[in-house]
């Protein structure tokens, strides 16, 4: 079992970064993977980036490539992700999610068991 609880959003204006973190609970955060997804209000969920969890294995939305980095620290059991040059239509509440082992689809949010209750990220035009 684990609890994931994200932090960092806020109302940042277009072109500007925020850091979200994602700290999970239990003594085996090293061995899951783990994804960041994101909805925006009207919108279905979609993925935003995810990471192996041995952190050797990345996977980012071709919208938030080369803006966004996905990262983990697996000593504080926190995933985090950094994103620079925000833009208005990045605007969503930000989950990040977990599954043990290998995730064959990062990029599907079905893959994984466990879900934080979400962050709000406000882009300002």
């Known amino acids: 079992q684990v609890q994931l609880v994200e932090s960092g959003g806020g109302l940042v204006q277009a072109g500007g970064s925020l850091r979200l973190s994602c700290a999970a609970s239990?003594?085996?955060?090293?061995?899951?993977?783990m994804g960041w997804f994101r909805q925006a209000p009207g919108k279905e969920r979609e993925f935003v980036a995810a990471?192996?969890?041995?952190?050797?294995?990345?996977y980012y939305a071709d919208s938030v490539k080369g803006r966004f980095t996905i990262s983990r620290d697996n000593a504080k059991n926190t995933v985090y992700l950094q994103m620079n040059s925000l833009k208005p239509e990045d605007t969503a509440v930000y989950y990040c999610?977990?599954?043990?082992?290998?995730?064959?689809?990062?990029?599907?949010?079905?893959?994984?068991?466990?879900w934080g209750q979400g962050t709000q990220v406000t882009v300002s035009s």
């Open positions: 239990g003594r085996t955060f090293s061995s899951y993977a």
């Open positions: 990471i192996s969890w041995s952190g050797g294995s990345t």
């Open positions: 999610a977990a599954e043990a082992g290998v995730v064959p689809k990062p990029y599907a949010g079905a893959e994984y068991d466990y």
